[in-house]
C-alpha cells in the first residue's frame, strides 16, 4: 500500500495535477510519524503509511501558509475524509480544487486506538483515488458510545467533581484547538479580548468556560477522530465532551457529522416540530 | 429575609428584546409583583443568547438562569427563536456530562402579552432556586480561580 501511496503521488506531481502532497512522513529513520508536505516527485519516497498515522491531515486545508503551496492532494483515512466533507459543507473548501487519497484503513494504533473499535468507515467514501482495500467488514456500531454512558451514570456531583479535577490539569496550549480540524476561525473566541468572553488564565474556572466553549463550537460538527483528545498534554479525555454532543446530534436528529455532504448541518438549520420539553 | 434562612439567590434572566422583556415590562405596568431576585439582561433575541453568556452568569455568581424568549413562530427576526431551541438542545447534555446543575437553567417562552406568566415563572424560580440553597459547586470554583 504504501508503494502504491507513493507511486500515485509521484504521477500527481510529475503530471503537475496537485502542486503539494499532504500525507504522513516520519523526521528520522524509525522516528514519530508526522505531516509532511511533498512539493517534488522525487521525494515521494518520504511518504510512509502504517499503523502510526494517527493524525487528521485535513486541519492542514484551511492553514494558510499550506494553501500558499497551490493545490493540495490529501492522505486521509475513512474518519479523517469525514472531516474534509464537514469542511466542504462549511464552504471552506473547494472540493474540486482538493485531491482527496482515501487510504483503506484497518485502525491505527497498536493496540488499536479505541475509536477504532467501531468505526463504520474503514473505506473512504468519496475520495478520488483509493489505496488498498480492507479485510474486515465494518464492525459493530453499538459501542461508540459506550465509554460516555457508563460516565453519565454517575451522579452529577460526581461528574462536575471528576470534571474539576481533569480540567485543573489544562494548561491551556490550545493544542487541542489548534489539530482540529474543524478549528479554522481566524480569530479564536478566546483570543477576543475586547470583550474577553472567556479568562485567558488558566484557573479552574476559566478551564471550565474554555473547554465548554471549545467542545459546544463542535457541536453537530466533530466528526469524532479524537485528535483533540491524542495531543493532550495534560491527558484530558476530551472526547467525552465531544461524544456527549455527538450522541444528541445523531439521537435527537439522526445526523452524524461528515457522513453525507447533503444532510443539512444539525446547527444552522431548525425544524418547526423540534421537541421543546425541556422549554417551559 | 429571616434570620433562619438568609440565603437570597441571584437570578439572571435572558430575555428577547420582542417578547419576554415586553411581557417583564406588562407586569410592571399592571402592578404585578415579582421577587426582586431576578436580573433581566436584554438582548436582542435569543438567538444572541450565547451559551458563553450562561456560563458568565455563573461565573458571576448567579445560582439560577433563565433564558425566554417568543414563542415558536412569534420571532421578531422569524426563526431566531428556532435555532435557539435546536443549540439548546444540543447544549443540555453537554452541560450534564459536565454534571452542570441542570435544576438551575430554566427555558421558557414568554410572549409580550404574557405579563402574568412573567410573574409566576420568576415566583416559581426563586422559589425553587432558594431551596436549592446557593450554587456551591461553581462558588467553590470561582474561589478556587480567586
Known amino acids: ?280 | 429575609m429571616s434570620d433562619t434562612n438568609p440565603f437570597e439567590p441571584k437570578i439572571v434572566a435572558y430575555v428577547c428584546n420582542w417578547c419576554t422583556y415586553l411581557g417583564a415590562d406588562l407586569a410592571g405596568t399592571n402592578r404585578l409583583e415579582y421577587p426582586s431576585n431576578v436580573r433581566i439582561i436584554r438582548l436582542p433575541c435569543t438567538g444572541r443568547i450565547d451559551f458563553n453568556l450562561v456560563i458568565k452568569a455563573f461565573e458571576m455568581g448567579a445560582d439560577a438562569v433563565l433564558v425566554s424568549g417568543c414563542h415558536p413562530g412569534d420571532c421578531h427576526y422569524t426563526a431566531g427563536n428556532y435555532h435557539a431551541r435546536r443549540r439548546w438542545m444540543l447544549a443540555r447534555p453537554l452541560l450534564e456530562t459536565l454534571g452542570i446543575d441542570m435544576r438551575r437553567i430554566h427555558f421558557t417562552w414568554i410572549s409580550a402579552a404574557e405579563g402574568r406568566k412573567f410573574q409566576e415563572t420568576i415566583t416559581e424560580i426563586t422559589d425553587t432556586t432558594r431551596a436549592l440553597g446557593p450554587y456551591e459547586g461553581y462558588r467553590k470554583l470561582a474561589e478556587a480561580s480567586a
Open chain 1, 1 to 280: 500500500m504504501e508503494q502504491e501511496l507513493r507511486d500515485t503521488c509521484k504521477r500527481l506531481l510529475e503530471e503537475g495535477a496537485v502542486d503539494v502532497i499532504i500525507g504522513y512522513g516520519q523526521s528520522m529513520p524509525d522516528g514519530p510519524v508526522c505531516p509532511v508536505f511533498i512539493k517534488k516527485a522525487e521525494d515521494v519516497g518520504r511518504l510512509v503509511w502504517n499503523r502510526q498515522c494517527f493524525g487528521n491531515l485535513a486541519t492542514y486545508l484551511t492553514r494558510k501558509e499550506i494553501k500558499a503551496l497551490g493545490k493540495p492532494a490529501i492522505v486521509v483515512k475513512g474518519c479523517d475524509e469525514r472531516a474534509v466533507v464537514v469542511l466542504e459543507q462549511e464552504s471552506q473548501i473547494d472540493r474540486a480544487s482538493v485531491y482527496v487519497i482515501g487510504m483503506a484503513c484497518e485502525g491505527v494504533g497498536d493496540p488499536p486506538a479505541s475509536k477504532c473499535g467501531y468505526c463504520d468507515v474503514h473505506m473512504p467514501r468519496f475520495a478520488d483515488a483509493v489505496i488498498g482495500e480492507v479485510a474486515n467488514e465494518p464492525v459493530s456500531q453499538d459501542g461508540r458510545y459506550a465509554e460516555l454512558d457508563a460516565f453519565m451514570k454517575k451522579t452529577p456531583e460526581e461528574r462536575f467533581a471528576y470534571w474539576t479535577n481533569e480540567l485543573s490539569r489544562c494548561v491551556k496550549c490550545y493544542a487541542c484547538r489548534e489539530v482540529c480540524p474543524m478549528c479554522y476561525c481566524n480569530r479564536c473566541i478566546v483570543d477576543k479580548n475586547r470583550p474577553a468572553v472567556i479568562d485567558t488564565s488558566s484557573t479552574p474556572m476559566a478551564n471550565f468556560a474554555w473547554n465548554m466553549a471549545r467542545a459546544f463550537h463542535q457541536a453537530g460538527r466533530c466528526v469524532g477522530c479524537g485528535e483533540c483528545a491524542r495531543v493532550c498534554p495534560a491527558g484530558i479525555n476530551l472526547r467525552l465532551l465531544n461524544d456527549s454532543l455527538a450522541k444528541a446530534a445523531e439521537e435527537g436528529f439522526g445526523y452524524r457529522a461528515g457522513m453525507d455532504k447533503d444532510t443539512p448541518p444539525v446547527i444552522g438549520s431548525y425544524a418547526l416540530q423540534d421537541e421543546e420539553e425541556f422549554i417551559q
